[in-house]
């Protein structure tokens, strides 16, 4: 059965493998990028996902069966809490309306094994408010003290809280709509080419990132755990963050969480 998808970052990496696995299966998806999408907006502003969710709606004609957030940046600067937070929440929540006809509604998001990192609290107590100039001053002002490098985990510890804390209300789980994360550790995407190139860095993010089983990770890997978490065949998992990461987490937290 053909189902229609929304996917943000679907121009490159993890949003380009999941949205090309699920055209290959016949699914009818609309891509959501800054460009090469069939809705091309931009998700670090306010207006740009309000202008993303109406092209969506526009090109469904209201209707979805799944929505994937997988736009998301890494630089040390606010617009990292911006389009990470503020433009997959907002999404998500602009477009669960027009999941309500689908006989298996879905929704899931991009995460990080970052997540499990030190944060900036004020950070993430202000995107859990829905503070977000308040958000992007604590995360410029932990940039100018020297903190920058926790801008990123901030911006998915944040996510992951807002989907424990929203996947059992009557707007999602009430309505059937299991809502989940993929939490990746490296992946070989554009996005991370800037580093590990050297030796020095590789060994830097091999120490932050430890991932015995597999190495780093292809997109495709990702995609293919996103695309089981919006299919039909998911009917009881929600508010899950899954660690496809090769076991980084597990090797950084250890056995007494699980």
Request: charge should be negative.
């Amino acid at each position: 059965m053909t189902r229609r998808i929304a996917v943000s970052g679907a121009a490159s990496g993890i949003g380009r493998s999941l949205a090309a696995l699920l055209r290959t299966q016949g699914d009818d998806v609309v891509g959501i990028d800054l460009e090469d999408a069939e809705v091309c907006a931009d998700l670090s502003t306010a207006s740009g996902r309000s202008e993303a969710v109406e092209g969506v709606l526009e090109r469904t004609g209201g209707a979805l069966d799944a929505v994937v957030a997988c736009a998301g940046i890494s630089a040390v600067r606010p617009a990292t809490v911006a389009v990470n937070f503020f433009g997959v929440t907002e999404l998500l929540a602009g477009l669960r309306p027009a999941l309500a006809a689908s006989r298996a509604p879905r929704a899931a998001f991009v995460g990080s094994i970052a997540g499990t990192a030190a944060t900036v609290p004020e950070v993430v107590d202000a995107c859990l408010a829905k503070r977000e100039a308040q958000a992007l001053d604590a995360a410029a002002a932990a940039a100018a003290r020297g903190e920058g490098n926790r801008i990123y985990p901030s911006s998915k510890a944040a996510l992951a809280r807002w989907m424990r804390g929203v996947c059992l209300t009557g707007d999602w789980a009430a309505a059937g709509i299991p809502l989940n994360a993929v939490a990746p550790g490296v992946v070989l995407t554009p996005m991370h080419a800037a580093h590990a190139m050297t030796e020095d860095q590789r060994k830097s993010v091999d120490e932050a990132v430890p991932m015995p089983l597999g190495g780093y990770a292809e997109p495709e890997v990702i995609a293919r755990a996103l695309r089981w978490l919006v299919s039909a065949e998911n009917t009881h998992m929600t508010g899950q963050v899954m660690y496809v990461d090769g076991g980084a987490e597990a090797t950084l937290r250890g056995p007494d969480r699980f």
